[in-house]
């Protein structure tokens, strides 16, 4: 499923700070960053090195750590680092969400994943990438009570007409057993929709709920006959090709 993301800033102001002391090494921590954000791995650690020598216990200077390991592909360091300085900070938004965003990048965790990040939209409700990832961590796991934050960030003026977050609003609706708002919702998602992923998906779970089987059949169509192959897969033409034999008896 095709997930509502935003593009997140890994080393932004917003993850390094708001836990942790202000300490006389905080320019060799921006230049850290700088580094970082330039790709220059090895003089962003060279740098932050430096620092935790000095304070070992700083948590920006931790949390930047975390984000080196994970630029370099170790998530699983960059999940340990993280895990501790949110038990070391229980009330940092910054460790909160990044812990709650490595956590989500593992199937298994995902579970995990949204209750953190539930602790972290408690401490920055504003924050649009917490609600993004719940708003797709929810949907993907059937949660009931993901309506709270879809309805939230579907309050907010750049998400009002999101073709996938109508998507993932039908999806909350039938897992509340509210059939008709989710085909409703389902159809909202189709407005104006350029994407062959989205109106699989959407297909599927009309298909799937047998919300309107003559529907269905129809958006099928509409995937095997859209054109390029962005968002079509062997695997779902020959479903949807199943299917509409299927729902054409």
Known sequence: MRRVMLSVLLVSAGVLCGCGKRISDNQR???AVDELKKNNISDSSRQL???????P????ARMLQALIYERNGEDD???DVVTQVAKDYPDSFAALYTLGRLLAKSQPRRSLAYDTLKKAHELRKDDLS????????GTELNYRKVSVYLNALQAHPAFAGSNILHYQQGKCHLNNGRRQQALASFRAALRGC??????FNVAYAIDNANLDRKYAAGLYNLYLRYPGKNGKSNDRIVHAGQRIRVLGR
């Open 57 to 60: 216990d700083n948590c920006s």
């Open 77 to 79: 360091k960059a999940l």
């Open 194 to 199: 350029r994407d062959a992923a989205l109106i």
């Open 49 to 55: 090195d430096l620092v935790l020598k000095k304070n």
């Open 130 to 137: 917490t609600l993004i990832l719940l708003c797709n961590l």
């Open 29 to 31: 921590l921006n230049t």
